[in-house]
Each structure stands twice: as structure tokens, then as C-alpha cells.
């Protein structure tokens, strides 16, 4: 008997799950898929990429003011390790219990007259397989039609409290920066999901932005600041509307809270200082050797005390 018939006997004569094993299950899945056209995807990720939770809250602020509602998800099996980004279990009506699964959410903020339709996809960053999660991210953007992918993130940086917010970017749209005039980011080193977002997706015919804002090595735990300062970008280059009355009572919040931080540390009031001189000279960030040596004498100091 030919040997391809025979194979072709035992594939068939294999179980049904059998068969299908080998074949992954789809990475996403819709709700719906409405009918947008030249949208512009927004994208941020909890974790490395987000110092503050900038990059994150940024998002939802835009996704409550803006009514975006929900159309797919990324699922989480193959991207993520259940160790490090953790299922929550929950009570639910009748004393049920039910798991949430982490996952990356797509929601849609369908636009008002003479505006675009926007994409938002939120989510922690993924610990496992980042080529097939970007390959997923740009299957949710072809979708749904989108031209402009732009991803938002946050760092840790030499910058003090009180000064403007300093925000730069990387786009592989020509010219795109200097009509926003946003500064360019001219950062080499490790990088996250969204670093390597912004190279694969324009690759696969998908123009990305990258817009990154900077928040004090001292910074509380939240940044509404930086998240004011991202949502002020994403206007920009969305051109739609957002009101951010509260965003920025939380900023001015936010700013007074480490006013009383730096006030009721004399070992952070000195770093600061000696912050603030420095960007009187060298402009509004220092150069990483000049982190490097304030924090060893910032700790020096603090260990003396």
C-alpha cells in the first residue's frame, strides 16, 4: 500500500482531540468587530513599561471618558506565566466561585462627528511568546482597521516633582514628531513590550508611535502628573477631545503630596536640590552617569545618617 495512504489511515483513525492538539487556539477573540474606518489604536501595559501606573491610567481615563466599550480579547494562555501575573478567584451571585483570568482587553471608543474612532488595548505586559503576542496585537489592528498603532509607557527618571513633565517618542511616521513637537527618544538598553511593539508592527504594515513620559526616582507609587501629560499627547495625536478637569485636580494632587514628601525627608529635599541645580545646567534630565552618581550619594548619605 503507498505510504501516503497508509499515513493518511492512521491520521484518520486518530481521536478527534487527538488530531487537534497540534493546533493552537486562537489568541483572540471578539465580541464583535464593528465597522470602524482609519481608526488609531491606543495600547498600554501594566508593569516595566508603566512606572507610576502612568501608562495604564492614562488608558483608562480615556476609556471611561470616552465610553469605550468592549469588543475582543488577547487571551492570556500562551502569553503569560500564571505565577508571576496571578488569576484572581471571586464570589460571585449564589456563593459561586469563579476565576478572572488576566487577559488583554480591546474596547473601541467609537468617535463623535468630524473625529476618529479609537481602538484601546490594555493589559499586563506579557511574560511568554512576545513575537506571537505582537503577531496578535496586529491582527486586532488589521481588524479593525486601524492606520496609527500608538503605545504609551512610563519611566523612571532623573526629573524632579515640580518641573513640567518631559515626554518624548519614537515613530515610524516621517515627520510626525515634529509637528507635535515632541521630542525624540534617544534611549538604547533593555525594553519592554512596548519597545518591541513599535519595531514588529511596521513591519507588518502597521505605522507605530511610541510616547513615553518621565517620573521622579522618588515619585509615589502613582503619577497622575505623568498620566495628565500622556493623556495631553494622545489628544494631540488623536485629535479627539477629552476633559481633564479631574486628571488635573489629581495631578495638582499629586504634586502637593510630594512637596510634604520632600519636606518631611532631608535626605530626599537634598537629592532633590542637587537635582534641581544640575537641570539648571544640563536642562530638564540628567544624563544616566549623573543618576548613577547622585543616587550612590543619595544612599551614601542616607546610610551615614
Known sequence: MDERRIAGQRRRS???AWRRADRRPAAVRYLRRPALDRSIVLAAFEGWNDAGEAASSALGYLARSWGASAVAEI???EFFDFTEVRPEVAIVDGGAREIAWPSTSVSVALSPPGERDVVLVRGHEPQLHWRGYC??????AKALNAEHVVTLGA??????HGRPVPVNAVSSHRG???RLDIAPSHYEGPTGIVGVLGLALPGAGIPTTSVWASVPCYSLPVS???TLALVRVVTRITGRTVDTTELEEQAAEYER????LVREDEGVAAYVARLEEMQEVVGSEL???GLAEEIERFLRNKRRS
Open 14 to 16: 486518530l481521536p478527534l
Open 75 to 77: 487571551d492570556a494562555e
Open 135 to 140: 503577531a496578535a496585537v496586529a491582527e486586532v
Open 155 to 160: 519611566y523612571l527618571s532623573e526629573v524632579t
Open 176 to 178: 510626525l514628531l515634529d
Open 224 to 226: 497622575a502628573k505623568a
Open 257 to 260: 503630596h510630594m512637596d510634604e
Open 287 to 289: 544624563s544616566a552617569e
